[in-house]
């Protein structure tokens, strides 16, 4: 996309050359004309769907973010959730807000590897991008919008945990927070660093999450707001309290034990299953672990050496904290 | 929503208790866990999905355009695109960015007025919102993904106008371009006035798009960009050339002629229809008039007299301006 080329109309036509293609696809018609078109799933499965934005200077900095690592990112938040419900991918929607700055060779870079990650997530090749928006804007704003599809009645929810249901994360967490913070600790981003490398550039578990759910996992939830947070979520919506066995969380090399209770952006899958369901100790090439339970009250509780005291939520809150990244 | 709740659970919670409510809807599980499940349609039946966006300074300002009244225009710039394709709206998404002053009375005016629109547009009751995201901001940004329903193949599409058919457009044209100039010009905004009420509160039509599905005609696409840019749109797709007849638009009472030919934001519906369609002056609702036809060639000409020119696209794009509205 020469810096020339950047009329609407060129954005799009870029934007159909190099987006995946997939004619057998459930996109009976995709970008350029009001809607797409979708041919629905057969009554065997359901569709889950959920959207979720980048805004500058809120969730990125343009000056520490590169821009194929923020096109990559803003596909890893959408499919994120459709991994913790345990779907499959089937189309997407992409809107954007572009200030003049971003347009050119920055968004070439921003689709350009969001692009690459849909070939690297979705080899099946059922994941096609069906349409969007474009708009001129004074902060860069992008937008996705991604359908999967699952069996009928067998989505992971966050309301599914039970009394004496054990809680498992993947990986290792903290590392989000960890390479966020050498991000921002200035100078230039060292890519090679692991934990920036997490941070920058997140994968969404879909096997995983696939996995799981044939596995007869009950309950699920992806980490986007860090531990605290959404495991009270899953907590509340289970109507249970969740202890933590602080000594069994798993943490990312170099990351602290607060990185890892509260850091957001990991995108592991944190889920509980029957305390009788044998589960191996990876799965769709994630370790995953047994950190606690569920039990009956509220709230999340953290138990280290036969204490337990409350965990307080201190996970991303978008008007608690107005800060840069989550 | 008073000033102090505007926390992201506060907000949701408010939405939750304000959103119109449709227990027997396609929505089988909606706001509150990482993505809604969605019932899909039975096999008689197509999705279309679109997605459109509102961004502070690009298609608004904040001192001219109330915030109920941008609700509304969210919500019908979504559901005009299914009423394009003779769609019956089922579900839709909403994500905001929030800057500090959105929060709380301008969020609630914001989100009351959409509330109340659905209600009004979908009396039967079947658009339900089914999830959305939360951020902050330091511009204001709202999205929405809206999905409908179709019988199966029977979608508009620009794509299929023939040699030969009637080009039509329904109400009359160039209103909302003269409401956002005088909108514009400064002072208080007259909401009393027409036209400028036409620009703030515009209405979807999508029991018109359904009807003329149902009737029969060939293409048809949304009056979102203006006539020259969307009678462009749909002569390309087509494959062929639009020819109007500059005295058959029809005026917006004090509008412009330049203004009815180029000015967006209109939510008129264009279409066409074989010469041999018997098409009511009135339907659904809205007048609907025969302004030309199309034939073998490209682009839009205007004719008049018997003369024939080029009808540049003026109309909006949203690289070429960077003013406030669309």
Chains 1, 2 share one sequence.
């Not at 020339?4 to 060129?10: L, N, Q, V």
């Not at 349409?131 to 966050?158: K, Y």
């Not at 370790?287 to 999340?300: S, T, Y």
Request: charged fraction near 20%; charge should be negative; glycine fraction near 12%.
């Amino acid at each position: 996309m020469a810096g020339a080329k950047t009329t609407e109309e060129s954005i799009i036509q870029w934007i159909q050359r190099h987006a995946p293609q997939r004619p057998e696809s459930s996109v009976r018609l995709g970008i350029g004309d009001d809607c797409a078109i979708i041919r629905p799933p057969s009554e065997a499965f359901e569709m889950v769907v959920t959207t979720d934005q980048v805004i500058e200077n809120k969730h990125f900095l343009r000056d520490s973010h590169p821009a194929g690592a923020l096109g990559r990112k803003l596909l890893a938040r959408g499919l994120s959730d459709l991994a913790a419900m345990g779907a499959a991918p089937a189309w997407m929607l992409l809107s954007l807000g572009l200030p003049d700055w971003a347009r050119g060779d920055w968004l070439e870079q921003f689709l350009s590897e969001m692009f690459d990650s849909i070939r690297a997530l979705d080899p099946g090749g059922e994941l096609v991008l069906a349409g969007g928006d474009l708009s001129a804007a004074e902060r860069f704003t992008g937008h996705i919008t991604a359908c999967g599809t699952v069996p009928r009645g067998r989505a992971l929810q966050r309301a599914g945990g039970r009394i004496g249901d054990r809680i498992y994360v993947s990986g290792a967490l903290g590392g989000s927070a960890l390479g966020l913070q050498r991000l921002l600790a200035g100078g230039v981003a060292d890519e090679t660093d692991p934990a920036v490398d997490r941070h920058l550039r997140p994968t969404p578990l879909l096997a995983l999450g696939s996995a799981l759910r044939e596995a007869g996992v009950s309950a699920a939830i992806d980490l986007s707001d860090g531990l605290s947070s959404d495991l009270g979520r899953l907590a509340k919506a289970s109507g249970l309290q969740a202890v933590v066995d602080a000594g069994d969380v798993p943490l990312f090399p170099g990351a602290s034990r607060q990185q890892a209770l509260h850091g957001g952006e990991e995108y592991e899958l944190l889920f509980t299953a029957p305390a009788g369901l044998a589960l191996p100790e990876r799965l769709a090439g994630s370790d995953i672990r047994p950190i606690g339970e569920l039990r009956a009250g509220e709230g999340v509780v953290l138990r280290e050496q036969g204490r337990e005291t409350p965990l307080a939520e201190a996970g991303f809150d978008h008007f608690r904290s107005a800060n840069s990244s989550s």
